[in-house]
């Protein structure tokens, strides 16, 4: 039954390039502008291999070495895995596949903390939070936690702020649609997830327009930076919020939209929903026509 699935998925996908059919051609790509400066122009993009698309990528440097984690999506399979690459020159060397399931996974938030590294992958297929942890970084992992089974999520994102560690994630009880969204925001002990309280305001945004969350928040100037997804019309992963984080307490929560990113029309990109900061550079995923 799978063989036959494969095969199905791999004439589909053949006959969509040979008519120019509509396919999702999400790509990772590199610019050398800040945040605040960034526009779609001038990107270089990283080719996938056949029949994949690569997304949601995660920068993170370790010692010397700076790495790309990111979702690898097979369009025979019809499901992503988690993979890391080691950037060089601007090209993403020694890949490899690291977290692979019978389900789908994406969205690999990567978390250092303690001397150790966790990955927090998007699985809502599954139904559950999973928390991985590092045996051998960047190629080795194992399962460590489990939370919140039964719960439809997506794209959780943990920011340590003022000795206090916060889960924001996408959430559904039913409707997928939801998830890009519905923000709720849990206030967490440790990556074990034993302890988890919900927000008072929760879900804490309700609108298409940054509801999801589109990679790490980080902190710029002194400031609490997130990025978000803009869906609009049916056009899933459209464009980027960045948003200022301005309250963020066990009562409040308050965000700002100070930038705006989306292709015009006559641009070769489709959309953009993700956005990781490297050092002297961005790494983002753009879909493109």
């Not at 400066?37 to 070495?65: R, S, V």
Request: net charge positive; glycine share 6%.
């Amino acid at each position: 039954m799978q063989k036959k699935f494969k095969i199905f998925n791999f004439l589909k996908f053949f006959f969509k390039k040979i008519f120019g059919l509509k396919i999702d051609n999400w790509k990772i790509g590199i610019s050398n502008k800040n945040l605040y400066e960034f526009d779609l122009n001038n990107i270089k993009f990283l080719e996938p291999g056949f029949a994949e698309y690569w997304a949601d990528p995660f920068y993170f440097k370790h010692q010397t070495k700076e790495y790309i984690f990111f979702e690898k999506y097979s369009h025979i399979s019809g499901k992503g895995c988690i993979s890391v690459g080691e950037l060089k020159n601007l090209e993403l060397v020694n890949v490899h596949d690291i977290i692979k399931k019978d389900y789908h996974l994406s969205y690999p938030f990567i978390y250092f903390e303690k001397n150790n590294f966790y990955l927090i992958p998007e699985t809502h297929e599954n139904k559950r939070l999973e928390v991985y942890k590092a045996v051998d970084f960047p190629y080795r992992w194992k399962l460590y936690s489990t939370a919140f089974d039964g719960k439809i999520l997506a794209d959780p994102t943990v920011l340590a702020v003022d000795n206090e560690l916060w889960l924001f994630v996408n959430e559904t009880k039913n409707d997928i649609n939801n998830l890009n969204k519905d923000l709720n925001i849990y206030k967490i002990d440790n990556l074990l997830m034993n302890n988890y309280k919900p927000h008072l305001k929760n879900p804490v945004i309700q609108s298409f327009i940054g509801g999801r969350n589109a990679g790490k928040i980080e902190k710029i100037n002194g400031k609490i930076i997130r990025p978000s997804q803009i869906y609009k019309e049916n056009k899933y992963g459209f464009g980027l919020c960045i948003s200022e984080i301005e309250i963020l307490n066990d009562f409040e929560y308050k965000e700002k939209i100070v930038k705006k990113i989306s292709p015009t029309e006559d641009s070769n990109i489709k959309g953009i929903h993700h956005i990781s900061i490297g050092e002297g550079k961005l790494i983002i995923d753009c879909n493109l026509k």
